[in-house]
């Protein structure tokens, strides 16, 4: 059975949120180098599957959004408290003894987002392994999809994941052929058969009275009169 690798375009890393800034459509990649012709329902899967992932495009816009917010006043409350700091050098007493309360505060809201991120990114996953499901076996002449995934890589920690699909061929369609596919007859033109004439006898007729073709030679090599005549 072959098989053959498609790619889930404008994915992000929800640990990364810089992955989030991609302006990359998020689709199935239409493109299969590996196998041609393509399943017969890959158009209408494809389909399928880019609806599926449409929530996933919001989910990455939201995400870009509150992870700059966050980030941005990480640095605002950390550039804050070094420029008090420049003023007041007495870290026990007054304001900095509150000073880890702004990243409580930021920590909590932007904790329950990216929980609920993880959340919508599996569930739109699911929602394309259904497609999957939907679009293997019946029409698709023995074709299969699945959907995978693999550690996106580096030094992200395992749980952040990189999904793409796997098409499965049947072994009967390997090499671009499929036999379930009715081939065209090609119609050969054949000579038609025409009998050689028959070959006619040779005709014996040296002791007729008016001989065709026999003729009596002299000594000399000449031609002599006929041998009626000299019967004559």
């Not at 052929?177 to 040296?206: F, K, L, M, R, S």
């Amino acid at each position: 059975m072959t098989t053959c690798r498609a790619e889930i375009t404008g994915q992000f890393n929800f640990d990364n949120p810089f992955s989030a800034w991609n302006n990359t459509e998020v689709k199935v990649e239409r493109e299969l180098a590996a196998m041609a012709p393509p399943p017969p329902n890959w158009s209408s899967f494809c389909d399928a599957a880019d609806y599926a992932l449409q929530p996933l495009l919001a989910t990455k816009k939201s995400f870009k959004l509150m992870s700059s917010i966050f980030y941005a006043s990480i640095f605002a409350v950390f550039a804050g408290v070094v420029i008090i700091n420049t003023f007041n050098i007495d870290f026990n007493y007054g304001l900095f003894k509150f000073a880890a309360v702004p990243y409580v505060l930021l920590m909590i809201p932007f904790g329950i987002f990216y929980f609920r991120t993880r959340s919508k990114l599996k569930k739109t996953m699911s929602d394309v392994e259904k497609a999957c499901q939907q679009h293997s076996g019946g029409n698709s002449r023995g074709f299969r999809y699945t959907l995978h995934s693999e550690h996106w890589g580096g030094c992200n920690k395992p749980h952040v994941k990189r999904y793409f699909i796997t098409v499965h061929a049947p072994s009967d369609a390997e090499g671009g052929n499929n036999a379930d596919i009715e081939q065209p007859v090609v119609a050969v033109p054949v000579a038609a058969y025409v009998p050689a004439p028959a070959a006619t006898p040779p005709t014996n007729d040296a002791y007729q009275d008016t001989p065709s073709s026999v003729a009596v030679t002299s000594g000399g090599g000449g031609k002599g009169p006929s041998i009626f005549d000299q019967l004559n």
